[in-house]
């Protein structure tokens, strides 16, 4: 089972920031915080991930509250092409040849509104 | 582009018959996943491959298989269809020991008659 908690579907009107919320209350000290998207008859497409710290890439933001309870993606101009499944996802790294899973719940429908 | 390609991009088979999807991982990537997503679902983890060995297997029954080759890319052979075998099948590819950057496919559409 899908260690986070996400609503099911948001709308973000274009060209503002979209902020998709999880819930992660029972992630463990070593579990990284994995974000990726799925668009329409497509694989899904990791974005970023982090562990305690904020992160910022080309593609999004992710903040991570203290107690790492809770995470926000967020998407600073929402365009059309950022209408998809946005999946939240724990996951233990490992330093190395272990197995790992991503175990995908549902996720967020996002859909982008011009 | 995430440079992972999957053969084919559709299929459609009678149950009872055995089917194998193909893989191309992204060059330099040693790991390999496939996951199962019906339709409204979320991906559904079946296997991982690292260096041609299995390396952890999700709750799928031991019909679907797989094998990975010296070149890293795979195969994922499901005997005995049934209806409910009808899914998007996706390879995932990652690369170095404990990378979980993982880059998908487009797909592998199957649809079980």
């Not at chain 1, 070593?30 to 910022?56: A, C, D, F, M």
């Not at chain 2, 390396?55 to 209806?83: I, K």
């Not at chain 2, 899914?87 to 950057?101: H, I």
């Amino acid at each position: 089972d899908a260690k986070t908690t996400q609503p099911p579907s948001m709308d973000c009107a274009e060209g503002r920031a979209a902020n998709l919320p999880c819930n992660h209350s029972t992630i463990s000290g070593n579990e990284y915080v994995y974000w990726y998207r799925q668009i329409h008859s497509q694989g899904p497409q990791y974005i970023i991930h982090g562990l305690k710290n904020n992160e910022t890439n080309e593609m999004a933001s992710l903040i991570i509250t203290e107690d790492r309870k809770s995470s926000t993606l967020i998407l600073p101009h929402a365009t059309l092409r950022d209408t998809a499944v946005y999946y939240c996802i724990v996951l233990e790294r490992y330093s190395g040849a272990g197995s790992y899973q991503l175990t995908f719940g549902k996720g967020t429908k996002l859909s982008v509104i011009p | 582009e995430t440079g992972v390609t999957q053969s084919p991009t559709h299929l459609i088979k009678t149950r009872g018959q055995q089917v194998t999807l193909r893989c191309s991982s992204q060059s330099g990537h040693n790991t390999v996943s496939w996951y199962q997503q019906a339709l409204g679902q979320g991906p559904q983890f079946i296997f991982q491959y690292y260096r041609e060995e299995e390396n952890g297997r999700g709750n799928f029954p031991p019909r679907f298989s797989g094998l990975q080759f010296p070149n890293y890319s795979s195969e994922l052979n499901v005997n005995a269809l049934e209806l409910d075998d009808s899914a998007l099948y996706l390879c995932a590819s990652s690369g170095g020991q404990g990378a979980t950057e993982a880059f998908f496919g487009q797909g592998t559409r199957l649809t079980v008659v």
